[in-house]
């Protein structure tokens, strides 16, 4: 017979299957700091004992770098970690480790600041999303028909996505068929292609520490 860990292997193995490694390459505008992006599917991750997706996005611009390291679980597509590193020039710069304890509903929040670390507990919150691993979850799982909603919880309130439309999407001088999604109250704004892999387009809405716009210049698979 085969044994439990040789099964837990081939099922991670062909769960991870779904999750294709890729690269998506993003101009963003943010409040006076516009840069580049990169969103990074590294694809089966092991991280402090758990089997997870690891997404990889970083930001950089003239005065302000971010990288976020998110491992999310690989069924649900949540958040098990969060590790970031940032530097926003004059407003601060440091690394924080966010711990998503489901079982607890507790969210643990590490930051270091130099020699200075502080901690930070927030209570009571279910299953929380993160925006990265909502996108994957909905291209992998989402049925992509108009009206379908899909509930996104973040630490401090629930928001409900929904696929408003089949629309267009100009991009330099491409024009791409894609789907439009929105968050109720208009939080966040979602523009998938329509093409097989479903990549975001576009993403607008509270990305890091402010409101961001990022629109796809390449992608790599």
Do not use: C
Request: glycine letters at 8%; a positive charge; charged letters at 25%.
């Amino acid at each position: 017979m085969l044994s439990k860990l040789f099964l837990s292997s081939i099922i991670f193995y062909f769960m991870a299957v779904g999750a294709r490694a890729e690269t998506i390459h993003y101009s963003i505008r943010q409040m006076g700091f516009d840069g580049q992006a990169d969103m990074n599917m590294v694809g089966p991750k092991e991280y402090k004992g758990h089997k997870t997706y690891l997404i990889v996005f970083k930001a950089h611009g003239v005065n302000y770098w971010d990288e976020e390291d998110i491992y999310l679980n690989p069924k649900t597509f949540r958040p098990v970690y969060v590790l970031r590193d940032f530097s926003l020039g004059a407003f601060g710069h440091g690394k924080i480790l966010e711990d998503y304890v489901t079982s607890k509903g507790e969210i643990i929040i590490t930051k270091t600041d130099k020699d200075r670390v502080t901690k930070q507990i927030i209570h009571n919150t279910g299953k929380v999303d993160n925006i990265y691993g909502l996108i994957y979850r909905y291209r992998h799982q989402g049925s992509f028909k108009t009206g379908d909603t899909v509930k996104m919880t973040l630490p401090t309130r629930v928001l409900k996505m929904k696929l408003v439309k089949q629309t267009s999407l100009k991009i330099d001088k491409k024009t791409y068929d894609a789907y439009f999604m929105q968050s109720q109250p208009p939080k966040y704004k979602i523009w998938f292609d329509a093409s097989k892999n479903k990549i975001p387009l576009r993403i607008t809405g509270t990305i890091g520490f402010i409101n961001s716009v990022m629109t796809m210049t390449s992608y790599e698979e």
